[in-house]
């Protein structure tokens, strides 16, 4: 207790510091109401069901006819969808359903809506297709005439009064003249269309197949709508003339097999125009038909259209509720279901309220009773966000759902996160820009968020409240490292720098001092003097001294204080990171984890990379030139070899250094083998006093967590462990089945702390991203900025001023806005999740689903995509 009273820093104030207390009830529900009551809970959305009929196939559950009823309204809903939005209409969006529907009524409207629209469907297509062949068969009529009227037009009169002597004097028409001889068989034709792209091929083959004995004559006709496809087509009209019924069967077959469309065509000129005047007519009467068939169609999927959406709402809920409903077990009386479900504590009310109102409205003169039920289950987990948090607990839940009741990452990376990001990002003229961008999605979200924006705008949009943190600690860390576009600025004053003689006097000029009146850079050049920093003078007022912009020593300075910026935050965060896993511990009351894990890892990490930390704050309070490189390598190589004075930072450092050495070393099999001995012994202790072997409630993770991962149903303190100590071990779900294995214990204790020896040294190594994404960063600005605007600058050319200017705002934003601020988010993101994370996050949890109504849209576009 006097711990907890000591480590209570008002975490537990903070609404997501842990999930909501969730509570299991059983529901006893008259079945004559029990689907009033489902929508009335669906309506609140605070219950997750539990399926209680698992072993039960979907096909032999209660109200699986139902289900399949849902289904099929919901196939023909998409049929409707479909024709609505091929028709060019859009449906009604309504937010709830206007009116009552019974399922019964609607299933049969639906019904007779889909046999009236299939119905016209055929029927229009069937209508198109005729008037297509109608409008092929003008098309054959006018240009296969033409074929023939100009055959006629070349033909000599005294053809027909002549026998025929075997010879052709008039190529353009010989089967003319062959088609009035006694002693040749008549001469037949086919007339038709095909599509343009088959026309070479097909003559090729008609040629062949008949040996020559054809004459095909075709022209263009541009293009025309395919009785079969319903769709434009570049055609043909074509004409065989041939001899002889072999011929005329092979025709056919090469035109059924190249889809050609025959017609017939009449040789008499007086009958093709009579069948013209006729095909023109039915034209005219079919395309009236059609037109009042398609008025007829449009008025129907109005009325479809705007109820789509109200009965699409309707089908969806219906689905939903005899799906839960299919989760309740029915009475051996078959009058009441049993149901039960997950509930937040505070929502109780709620929910009981909820169900009296589903019972004043229902018929029934039972009510549903509600009852808490103890269990071993582990309950979801759930957390209550707004739209600023949600996009730091995405974060977070990326990695894994947190286990029930466990320290939720998301309170601290709400600041953590955007600040590492803002390190590696660190410019405030980036920083505005990514300002301005955040600040107009939180002005206009009214806006966007009722707009489809895609996949990409829509994740962008989801972080805006993220980004706009990002942006706001990337213009802190751009005032530190006082870069603006990679410029410096004078922000806060002139440099600190003095120019000096090199005897250490200051550079006079009438008097004064030349520093404040001339450029810094100046100083070497024109007055031969250096730049110092007097020893009585105060450091810059805030971040960087711009004086270090341009140098050559820029490099190492930035390099140096940046690197060892890095070692220190890192060290920090991960031992928040371990300090989450008190905090865990204190709330469980695992005792043991904190003597055998906490304790140890909190000694390993610190006194090794905490021991650097404060180094390099004395090295940089005091001034001296220690080598802190050597200071580590030799603290390990040499523990205990004398130190020059000269480098010494702290009073008998060496001695200091063996002794944490030791004690480092120690703590590792500290952090081995306590922890799976006690347990060993607790176990055997357990198996004595029952006399037989006792069956645990959990595996080695409910020994090992002591209730971290058992359910607390009232949320008070937590229930004695199966030990009967109240305290446990470490890490849950590492036993074998229900019975305690000293061996797998101890296995994964050893991988635990091999892992985390390892993590200590690559963990703190990997932090060291801050810097190399810092640099990274601010030499490409510096690169864009002097290679490509100042450059173009320098020509003195407007043209090619533009031109640079142009180059250096595409690389602005498409290389360190887009890019290089993608790759920082991805390296922030890793540090929280292995660095941070990995030291307490279990993330073995399951969320919070509650039946309602309001999320059913959403995953059922979710489970289509």
């Not at 001469?187 to 054809?214: D, W």
Request: proline content about 4%; glycine content about 6%; some cysteine.
């Amino acid at each position: 207790m006097a711990l907890n009273k000591l480590l209570d820093f008002g975490f537990d104030e903070i609404e997501l510091w842990r999930s909501e207390e969730m509570e299991l009830v059983r529901l006893l529900i008259p079945s004559e109401s029990a689907h009033d009551t489902v929508v009335a809970l669906g309506e609140v959305g605070l219950l997750q069901f539990k399926d209680l009929n698992t072993e039960k196939s979907a096909f032999q559950r209660t109200y699986a006819n139902q289900v399949k009823r849902c289904d099929e309204m919901a196939r023909r809903l998409r049929f409707f969808q479909e024709q609505v939005e091929k028709a060019g209409l859009t449906p009604t969006v309504r937010t709830s359903p206007s009116g009552k529907h019974e399922l019964d009524d609607l299933e049969n409207r639906l019904e007779e809506l889909e046999k009236e629209l299939i119905s016209m469907n055929e029927n229009t297509e069937r209508l198109d297709r005729t008037y297509n062949e109608l409008v092929e068969l003008q098309v054959v009529l006018e240009h296969a005439g033409k074929f023939f009227d100009k055959a006629k037009a070349g033909v000599r009169p005294d053809a027909f009064e002549r026998e025929f002597s075997g010879a052709q004097e008039n190529p353009d028409a010989p089967l003319l003249e062959l088609g009035v001889q006694e002693k040749v068989a008549r001469v037949g034709f086919v007339a038709g269309t095909i599509p343009q792209e088959k026309v070479n091929a097909f003559e090729r083959l008609l040629f062949r197949a008949t040996r020559g004995n054809m004459y095909l004559r075709q022209g263009s006709v541009g293009e025309v709508k395919d009785p079969i496809t319903n769709e434009s087509v570049s055609k043909h009209v074509f004409v065989i003339f041939f001899a002889g019924d072999r011929s005329r069967i092979k025709i056919m077959k090469i035109c059924e097999a190249f889809g050609a469309n025959r017609y017939p065509f009449p040789d008499d000129p007086a009958r093709q125009r009579q069948m013209d005047s006729e095909v023109t007519a039915r034209i005219r009467e079919l395309q009236t038909t059609i037109d009042a068939g398609e008025r007829h169609r449009k008025a129907l999927l109005q009325t479809i259209a705007a109820n789509l959406d109200e009965w699409a709402t309707l089908v969806r809920r219906e689905k939903a509720v005899y799906h839960t409903l299919n989760k309740m077990n029915v009475d051996v009386t078959s009058k009441v279901l049993v149901a039960e479900a997950w509930v937040p504590s505070v929502s109780k009310a709620d929910v009981q309220k909820a169900l009296r109102d589903s019972a004043e409205t229902s018929s029934t003169q039972l009510h549903v009773i509600m009852q808490p039920v103890v269990t071993h289950d582990s309950p979801p987990t759930y957390y209550r966000t707004n739209k600023f948090t949600q996009a730091f607990q995405n974060i977070v839940d990326s990695y894994g759902i947190a286990r029930y009741r466990e320290v939720n990452p998301a309170v601290l990376t709400l600041m953590t996160f955007p600040f590492l990001f803002a390190i590696m990002f660190g410019d405030f003229g980036h920083a505005i820009i990514m300002l301005a961008v955040a600040v107009a999605m939180v002005a206009k979200e009214k806006t966007l968020s009722k707009m489809d924006l895609g996949d990409m705008f829509g994740m962008l949009f989801g972080g805006r409240y993220l980004i706009l943190m990002m942006g706001l600690y990337s213009l802190y860390t751009g005032l530190i490292y006082n870069e603006f576009f990679s410029m410096p600025t004078y922000i806060f004053g002139r440099s600190r720098f003095v120019c000096m003689n090199p005897d250490g006097s200051d550079i006079m000029e009438n008097g004064v001092s030349i520093t404040n009146s001339i450029d810094p850079r100046d100083c070497k050049h024109l007055y031969e003097g250096v730049l110092k920093m007097p020893e009585d003078s105060a450091p810059y007022v805030f971040g960087v001294d711009p004086i270090w912009h341009g140098r050559k020593t820029e490099l190492p300075f930035l390099n140096s204080m940046k690197m060892k910026m890095s070692i220190l935050i890192g060290v920090t965060h991960m031992d928040f990171g371990i300090l989450n896993t008190l905090f865990n511990n204190l709330y469980f009351r695992d005792r043991l984890s904190i003597i055998c894990e906490f304790i140890p890892q909190m000694i390993f990490l610190n006194f090794l990379f905490g021991y650097l930390s404060i180094l390099i704050v004395i090295k940089w309070c005091s001034g001296k030139m220690t080598d802190l490189y050597h200071v580590m390598i030799y603290m390990f190589l040499s523990p205990g070899a004398p130190m020059d004075p000269k480098e010494e930072l702290i009073s008998g450092q060496s001695g200091l250094q063996v002794f944490l050495v030791l004690v480092a070393f120690i703590a590792i099999p500290w952090m081995l083998l306590p922890k799976p001995l006690i347990l060993k012994k607790r176990h055997e202790a357990m198996q004595a006093a029952k006399g037989h072997s006792v069956e645990l409630t959990q595996n080695y993770g409910a020994l090992a967590d002591d209730e971290e991962s058992r359910h607390r149903p009232h949320g008070g303190a937590a229930q004695p462990s199966a030990g009967g100590h109240g305290e446990g071990g470490g890490h849950g779900g590492h036993g074998h089945g229900d019975h305690f294995e000293f061996g797998e214990v101890m296995v994964h204790q050893m991988i635990h702390t091999i892992e985390f020896v390892l993590g200590a040294v690559s963990n703190t190594a990997s932090y060291l991203r801050l810097w190399a994404l810092s640099l990274a960063h601010s030499q490409l600005s510096s690169v864009f900025f002097d290679r490509v605007l100042m450059l173009t600058i320098s020509l003195n050319s407007p043209f090619f001023m533009i031109i640079g200017f142009f180059v250096f705002a595409c690389a602005t934003l498409g290389v360190l806005m887009i890019m290089e601020s993608l790759s920082a988010f991805l390296h922030a993101l890793r540090l929280h999740w292995v660095e941070y994370m990995g030291k307490f996050y279990k993330g073995d949890g399951y969320r919070f689903a509650p039946f309602c109504f309001k999320d059913l849209k959403d995953k059922e576009e979710a489970a289509s995509s």
